[in-house]
């Protein structure tokens, strides 16, 4: 289930970061702020020379190969000024967190830095309210209503193992219930702990607080009520079938053996972003078949919106790794509309 932990963490992650107020800025030894830049807030778009955007059909079969980077520059297509892309994971390691050569510097070229979602829209505590209460399930639907009497004990015995109890998350969406019972998210925002102290980073948090303290501006390709209804279309019963089978797979897990979030983090850490997507496109990932749904629907919709806001200036994007590579990933889309796609962290 370690994919699904994947795409669902940002949520949660932005959630929890705005509940407990973090407001620091990312830690670098190479970081040096530039000089503020006065932006209005809100202005219109401005367009320059129109960009092609026409996005041919690629056949998903067709094998892209891509350098081993997760930074790269966009450049072309009727641009005046160089934009970014940079794959981030959401969750990492705290141990594991680095910096990737070439990510302070353009960073701080930056004009914007834009999200998979806006993160000031966390800043709103009614959103924050409205957030959580859509990751609950609807019509008075219980976790115990969904599971054996075996399977509900088996589930209830393992977050009181962890200190949690169960009341917290009885009428949670279970897609969202597994995140925690997989165990790679640090519980420490949530239950009071010290969030300086925490284990775990995401890079998305680390680039919203760099722009904060740099006054960059912030948007997003979507919605958090976009990111959340793309797991509504899984019934509640599916859902509740990966979390048990995510909690026995983590009981008989062997400690000896490279586990599967390892071995996604050892990709990052590789900057190979090929071994990403193709991990998450292998006929045996929990997500066999919701590809389109999370990874392929969403990149085409966002290069329309990526060209609008490099032709107002240089833009920084932030987006999850898993949507750089393969013949529908944003690299690739974003090639055939004409741009230049130049890796710049795989020195």
Request: glycine fraction near 6%.
């Amino acid at each position: 289930m370690k994919h699904l932990f994947y795409f669902i963490s940002l949520i949660l992650v932005t959630i929890i970061s705005a509940c407990t107020g973090q407001k620091k800025v990312a830690e670098s030894s190479d970081y040096k702020a530039p000089n503020k830049t006065e932006v209005e807030v809100g202005a219109p778009v401005v367009v320059k020379p129109k960009a092609k955007t026409e996005i041919s059909e690629t056949k998903q079969s067709e094998e892209i190969v891509l350098e081993k980077a997760l930074l790269w520059k966009i450049s072309g297509n009727g641009l005046e000024e160089d934009s970014y892309l940079y794959g981030t994971i959401h969750i990492i390691d705290a141990e594991s967190f680095f910096w990737p050569t070439n990510t302070m510097e353009t960073f701080n070229k930056s004009e914007k830095v834009v999200f998979e979602i806006d993160l000031d829209e966390m800043s709103d505590i009614s959103n924050i309210f409205g957030m959580m209460s859509k990751i609950m399930m609807n019509d008075g639907m219980t976790l115990s209503k969904l599971l054996s009497d075996e399977d509900y004990k088996l589930v209830k015995d393992h977050f009181s193992e962890m200190g949690l109890p169960m009341f917290m998350f009885e009428k949670m969406k279970p897609m969202f219930l597994t995140i925690f019972a997989e165990g790679d998210m640090d519980m420490g925002a949530l239950t009071g702990g010290d969030p300086s102290a925490s284990s775990s980073k995401s890079y998305e948090m680390e680039f919203y607080e760099l722009a904060n303290a740099t006054d960059k501006e912030v948007f997003g390709l979507e919605t958090m009520d976009d990111q959340i209804s793309l797991f509504d279309s899984i019934p509640y019963s599916d859902q509740a079938t990966m979390l048990v089978e995510t909690i026995k797979a983590g009981k008989n897990e062997d400690p000896d053996v490279e586990s599967e979030m390892d071995k996604i983090t050892k990709m990052y850490l590789d900057q190979d972003i090929g071994a990403m997507v193709g991990s998450i496109e292998d006929e045996d990932s929990d997500l066999a078949g919701f590809e389109d749904l999370l990874l392929n629907d969403r990149n085409q919709k966002w290069i329309p919106q990526m060209t609008e806001y490099m032709l107002s200036g240089k833009t920084f994007f932030a987006v999850g790794a898993g949507h750089l590579a393969g013949s529908q990933g944003v690299i690739n889309l974003l090639r055939e509309v004409g741009y230049e796609l130049t890796p710049l962290s795989n020195k």
